[in-house]
């Protein structure tokens, strides 16, 4: 294994002696979720040996151990986009240590645009697919054997079981949830109306620039998956208006409570 993983891995292990197997990484629409953590121990990014530090106001970095029920979880506070020119074996390189401290399970969040016309802003969106148009991936590169296979089935990339047991909780609760494709980006800028019709057809649902990097490097470990998107504009290119950062983050606090709920019962109720 890489010199740079068991370094971070043993620096974290001596601050932290517990297991977790479920991981979350607090996207867009998940702050609140440190909230449900009942605390342990909390470990800031630039502390740990080799691990990128995030440049974007909105993120926090650290890894927050503790509990939310009886589950032992690590959750990632602050997250890292390709737009801030860190390489794709950076944004993943947390993902890869999770794995070596035990999870099994990953959840994330983040916030997207949607272009399905049947969406609202503030919606929530379970994805069950998703197409990757950022211009690398992280698995590029001599294959991390140890870690799993050089070329990773995609059939299933996110757990079924997970996304049919989220779709309960939000019915019985009158949530606005849907499940669709998420196509991920590389940003900074918001897309074209040509480019918003273009990946539309090809099948998005929603667009973002996060999470499929991270959820591919999860798959080629094994690590079992869920995401969900908070819808934070709509991206009708017929009608297409120009949003602001507060815009975003305003939606994306409204859906707030009810990503944080779906969440922490998938959690609290995980096998
Ligand atoms: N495009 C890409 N990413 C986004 C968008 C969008 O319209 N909205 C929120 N994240």
């Not at 890489?2 to 292990?13: D, N, P, Q, V």
């Not at 994805?127 to 299933?156: A, C, K, V």
């Not at 470990?221 to 297409?240: E, H, K, Q, W, Y």
């Amino acid at each position: 294994m890489e010199k740079a993983f068991t370094e971070a891995l043993e620096y974290i292990r001596k601050q932290y002696k517990g297991t977790p197997e479920i991981g979350i990484i607090l996207g867009t629409g998940l702050g609140r979720l440190t909230k449900e953590i009942e605390e342990e121990k909390i470990i800031p990014y630039n502390f740990i040996p080799h691990f990128p530090i995030s440049t974007v106001e909105s993120h926090f970095g650290r890894l927050i151990f503790g509990k939310i029920g009886d589950k032992q979880v690590v959750a990632m506070q602050g997250r890292f986009h390709y737009y801030e020119g860190y390489s794709m074996q950076e944004i993943t390189f947390p993902v890869r240590i999770l794995k070596l401290l035990g999870v099994k399970t990953l959840f994330i969040s983040n916030a997207a645009g949607g272009m399905n016309k049947s969406y609202q802003k503030g919606d929530l969106m379970i994805l069950d697919d998703h197409i990757n148009l950022q211009t690398h991936n992280p698995l590029i590169g001599p294959n991390l054997s140890s870690f799993g296979p050089r070329f990773p089935d995609m059939s299933e990339p996110y757990d079924q079981k997970l996304i049919q047991k989220a779709l309960d909780i939000a019915k019985e609760k009158n949530y606005r949830v849907h499940k669709g494709v998420y196509v991920a980006v590389t940003g900074p800028n918001l897309e074209t109306r040509a480019e918003y019709r273009f990946l539309h057809r090809i099948g998005g649902d929603v667009v973002g620039m996060s999470t499929v990097p991270e959820v591919i490097v999860a798959r080629h470990m094994g690590i079992r998956t869920f995401a969900v998107s908070v819808i934070t504009d709509m991206c009708d290119p017929d009608n297409l208006v120009p949003v602001t950062l507060d815009e975003l983050l305003e939606a994306a606090n409204e859906a707030e409570p009810k990503m944080t709920y779906i969440l922490s019962r998938l959690i609290k109720e995980l096998d």
